[in-house]
């Protein structure tokens, strides 16, 4: 029987397109807050600084956030061609996101300010690292072409856990520093509704939406890429190397 393309779940494309919404909302309100009320982005002067927030917010938020619905997106095409762009969406997150990290550390270089005391640094270095160590390792399972099936098999599930949550960890260090930002610079006004703080709050709202709906279409099983033949081949030639079934007895 000549089998066709996997259906599309009805509610799905809509989800999509809303993220989307969202995330490019979250973009333009980062940089219309940064050029509103710190000045605009700039490597060479007072404005590097900035450059760390725009970075964090389209590489760990946004990118990441994309990279994570890749395989709700793009259904029935290759299994390589999937994996390929969701390790290249990665990729340029964490490129992104290093350039962020060499801004601010650049920045308080040149003011002699002190580095990585805050629970906001904390976080972020924890949050770098995680993604890296997470890219390292999903890239020598799932891309390096010496590993096995049955050691890819094993640590999907982690691997799906941690990226889930590496998101997570993701907008929530970016609403310690967004929080930390106002502070330092609004202090006591913040408390009296200062149109940056509102700005800045619309915007941890946005931030905070974006996650959910990014985690809610991760959530639903009947959304998840159905398996190909050629993956399904796979993994009924593993179940008969592992507990010795026959193809021709299912």
Known sequence: METGAAPIPAALPYFVAF????????????G???????????????????????CM??????????ALLVYRVFRNEAKRTTKVLHGLLHVFALVIALVGLVAVFDYHKKKGYADLYSLHSWCGILVFVLYFVQWIVGFSFFLFPGASFSLRSRYRPQHVFFGATIFVLSVGTALLGLKEALLFKLGADYSKFEPEGVLAN????????FGVVVLYILTPPEWKRPSQAE????????????????????
Not at 19 to 30: D, E
Not at 202 to 209: D, E, N, P
Not at 231 to 250: I, N, V
Request: proline share 3%; aromatic share 8%; net charge negative.
């Open 19 to 30: 993220s989307q919404l969202l995330g490019l909302t979250v973009v333009a309100v980062t």
């Open 32 to 54: 219309a807050w940064l050029g509103l009320y710190r000045g605009g982005v700039a490597w060479e002067s007072a404005l590097q600084f900035n450059v760390h927030p725009l």
């Open 57 to 66: 917010v389209i590489g760990l938020v946004f990118l990441q956030g994309d």
């Open 202 to 209: 619309t915007l941890g709202l946005l931030l905070v939406c």
């Open 231 to 250: 993956e399904q081949a796979l993994s009924m030639d593993f179940k008969t190397l592992t507990e010795g079934d026959s193809p021709s007895s299912q």
